[in-house]
């Protein structure tokens, strides 16, 4: 390919409008315009990284024995009617009607239409397992686009959905995909983790993200260096302390806090470890009649450490809160405790509530928490002696760096990571709500076992700037590169000599299977090599008179901090083998 016809659309700054790295480096490098919120024009260098990015997801689809077909963007709203996804999801569903008054949805996903096939189309448990899969364009209508393709409202993404038996087929469907994904990780050229995940909205039991390490990732990832455990900060198991509940040392003291309202500033006052402070967080669990008002409201104390942050997806699985629970109002916490946040406790209260302590809690003595009473707080409580054992004891808050291992084979570390797949065993979820079954052995009908697996195809890219990029540009794994190879001549307009070697090894390298891209646009050398380091080409080789005449070119990789030189001759054999080797 040569660059003069190709479209290379470079900028020298970066919109207002870009926040992180990758946003700014896909908008100067050409390769994605902004055409609305949250909505891009792939540019040609943008879209032959996707079409790479496809191209090794659809290879390991198909090696796993998925099968592909496209289902419609635009997609009936009876379908999702009949899961109660239509009213639950809430206004990232796009939802529109047609001249004729009738509901459609944008899809974001698509396990209601791919439940529809399966329930007309699979009939007997002879024509299982079945895993179909798409790369489709998607659509949410999130509230507040932001940081480029990162968290578009249009995007690409890959869907498969398993059908299977039983459960242990099920979950044979669910490893044959978990492998699928880690060889197509693999082959990206990024270093990732796959973290055991919460199944959040779409429901399920086993879930894993695939997360792209990178200092800017919204997702906290949670592993233990020395063996394999690794789960996100929603799922990473917080331990419940060794041995027993220390003995009471002091004795109970209501202390003046005045104007300290945070277990930091309690803790700076009294010259306490914060870790010796417990905080109060209040939750509420509302009863609704038939038509969805509620009847009676029910309020629960949580207590952490003062160093530690609640998990909220933790606290919605404790019995009660697993429903729907919502955070007290002022009103409410004013009238059961009477005294307003910032200094609440479990002692004294005027009506009662249901205290869940965390692990850490239950086994903690001589601790701070605050007196319901404004300005004061309470020192050396002790459970049993000043007030009852805690309804409940549960794993509430996010684990931190340096805690044990669920796996009792190290400490905990912590990193920040891009997800960009998410795999999920769902179980009967959608078949059951939709109907869809099989004629198995005996003969009897029977519910489909499913499971669904995603993967970002155009956030794919960004996650990859993110972790690879320095201050002149990004810098392609070479499996994702728009173009592996570059060849820069410098005064090739000028030089017949240069003309001729740089289409020679341009030549050499396409028939050698190359992607190798020729910039004959005659641009200054600063300026070219500008535009390649900007946009991120990995292998890049200059000709020049002067080096033709000293019979030598000049070969650099990306990361490389300098040239090296290579014997003309050599040249073409010298670039195969570092492609070979990388």
Known sequence: MRASQFLISTLKEAPADAEVTSHKLMMRAGMIKKLGAGIYTYMPMGLRVIRKV?????????????????????????LWQETGRFEKMGPELLRIRDRHERDFVVQPTSEE????????????????????????????????????????????????????????????SYETMAGAYRRIFDRFGLRYRAVAADSGAIGGDLSEEFQVIAATGEDAIVYCPQSEYAANMEKAEALAPQGPRPAAKQA????????????????????????????????????????????STRLWLLLLRGDHGMNEIKAGKVPGLDAGFRFATTGEIEQHFGTRPGYLGPIGLREPVTVIADREVAVMADWICGANEEDFHIAGVNWGRDLPE??????????????????????????????????????????????????????????????????????????????????????????????????CPIGMDRSADVKAAAEKLHDELVAAGVEVLLDDRGERPGAMFADWELIGVPHRVVISDRGLKEGQLEYQHRRDAAATKVAAGEIAAFVKGRLAAA
């Open 390 to 487: 805690p309804a409940l004891v549960a794993d509430l808050r996010n684990v931190v760096e340096g805690d044990p291992s669920p796996d009792g084979k190290g400490p905990l570390a912590i990193e920040r990571g891009i997800e960009v797949g998410h795999i999920f065993y769902l179980g009967t979820k959608y078949s059951k709500a939709m109907n869809a079954t099989f004629l198995d052995e005996d003969g009897k009908p029977k519910v489909f076992e499913m499971g669904c697996y995603g993967i970002g195809i155009t956030r794919l890219p960004a996650a990859a700037i993110e972790q690879n990029h320095d201050e002149r540009g990004i810098i392609w794994p070479d499996a994702l590169a728009p173009f592996t190879v570059v060849v």
């Open 113 to 172: 239409v791919v439940t529809d096939i399966a329930r007309q189309e699979l009939r007997s448990y002879k024509q299982l397992p079945k895993n179909l899969y798409q790369v489709q364009t998607k659509f949410r209508d999130e509230r507040r686009p932001r940081f480029g393709l990162m968290r578009g409202r249009e995007f690409i993404m890959k869907d498969a959905y398993s059908f299977d038996r039983d459960p242990a087929a099920a979950k044979k």
């Open 252 to 295: 109970l003291q209501k202390v003046p806090t005045p104007g300290k309202a945070t277990c930091e500033e309690v803790a700076e006052l009294l010259k306490v470890p914060l870790a010796t402070t417990v905080k109060s967080i209040v939750l509420a669990t509302d009863k609704l009649d038939e038509k969805g008002a509620p009847v």
């Open 54 to 78: 496809e191209s090794i997801v659809r290879e390991e689809m198909d090696r796993a024995g998925a099968v592909e077909c496209t289902m419609p963007v635009i997609q009936p709203a009876e």
